[in-house]
């Protein structure tokens, strides 16, 4: 008796195609931590010195207030966080540990008296280096970013190619060559990896 209820009860209850999972996705948040790449000063007699780790900025500082010209070229770099979901711009020295520095006869001491300078390398056989190298640097040739997708995480998008074409989903993953999304066939969700230029937003 209690299967024939059973039964009779499971055959009223209408059955619904199950939605979309309602899991809450985190959007990639982008940091922008650079400061501005200048120019090598002019200057015609210049000098490579060696630096300590990691410490090419206070060094250029302390050289500069002891009445020294000093740069060094810089790239911009980009360093994902996979796991809280950040992707963060920053500025790195094209060659860590190395600055370019102009001797002065006004200079208030000595160069390897200046804070984190550890020795003098030598003479840069020509200033046509330098401008070389902030020419490339202000172009941005030595620049190392991630191309970026134009899909934010929960969009929904149609696929326009492969054997997928026309099904519409909700982005769950993307970069710039691939993107996952969330299909609905055969009364549940599959997780599928397209291109991401065979995508394009819904209405």
Known sequence: MRSKLNRMMASSIKHRVAPYPTKQIRQ???????????????????????????REGEAITSLREAGYIAWHPQMIVEINNARHRIRTRLNRPLFPRYVFVAPQEAASKGIKQCDHVTYIVGAVGSPKLLQALSERQTGGEFNVLRPSSPWKLGDTVEI????????????????????????KMFGSTHSVRVGTVDLRKCA
């Open 28 to 54: 990639l948040k982008f940091l922008d931590r650079t400061s501005i790449l200048y120019p090598a000063p002019q200057a015609l007699d210049w000098l490579l010195v060696m630096v300590a780790p990691r």
């Open 160 to 183: 326009e190619e492969g054997p997928f074409t026309g099904l519409t989903g909700i982005v769950q993953k993307t970069d710039a060559e691939r993107t996952i999304i969330l299909l």
